[in-house]
């Protein structure tokens, strides 16, 4: 099992649908909580920036940001 913790700021990523992602702007919009980045990349996956209270940035991403599809990651 690798070490848990970092030094400074980490980084985590969830994977989420693509048909989740403009319910969790708004959600996070409700919440009052900024969306730090919103990134298109070119294999066709969305992602969501957020920080953490602490500071860390928090990923939502689709499985396509990783060359998968969804089904991949649910059989």
């Not at 992602?21 to 070119?42: H, P, S, T």
Request: charged residues 30%; hydrophobic residues 30%; glycine residues 12%.
């Amino acid at each position: 099992m690798p070490p848990h913790g970092c030094f400074g700021q980490g980084h985590i990523a969830f994977a989420i649908r693509e048909d989740e992602i403009e319910d969790l702007k708004e959600k996070l919009r409700e919440l009052g909580i900024q969306i730090e980045a919103e990134v298109n990349w070119k294999n066709g996956g969305r992602s969501i920036y957020i920080r953490d209270p602490f500071g860390n940035s928090v990923e939502f991403t689709t499985p396509k940001t990783w060359g998968y599809d969804w089904k991949d990651f649910t059989g």
